[in-house]
């Protein structure tokens, strides 16, 4: 398992997290320049890469145990 992901220490893992919300809210502030649906679209890619990310941290945290 330490082979496929990049060993993440948890203490770095939730340094990281306050600067993705903030990537994302970042994002989402600038939705409404899109047309359409790609606001919407916007959002949940970035509520997606917000919940990937919150899966490796998991995982990465589970394999360095």
Same mark, same amino acid.
């Given at each position: *398992?330490?082979?496929?992901? @990049?060993?993440?220490?948890?203490?770095?893992? #939730?340094?990281? #997290?306050?600067?993705?919300?903030?990537? #994302?809210?970042?994002?989402?502030? @600038?939705?409404?320049?899109?047309?359409?649906?790609?606001?919407?679209?916007? *959002?949940?890619?970035?509520?997606?890469?917000?919940?990937?990310?919150?899966?490796?941290?998991?995982?990465?945290?589970?394999?360095?145990q």
């Amino acid at each position: *398992m330490s082979k496929i992901f @990049h060993p993440v220490s948890e203490q770095e893992a #939730l340094a990281e #997290l306050p600067r993705l919300r903030q990537r #994302l809210t970042a994002k989402a502030r @600038h939705a409404h320049q899109y047309r359409g649906t790609e606001g919407k679209s916007l *959002m949940a890619q970035a509520k997606r890469a917000l919940r990937w990310h919150q899966l490796f941290v998991s995982i990465n945290r589970r394999a360095c145990q």
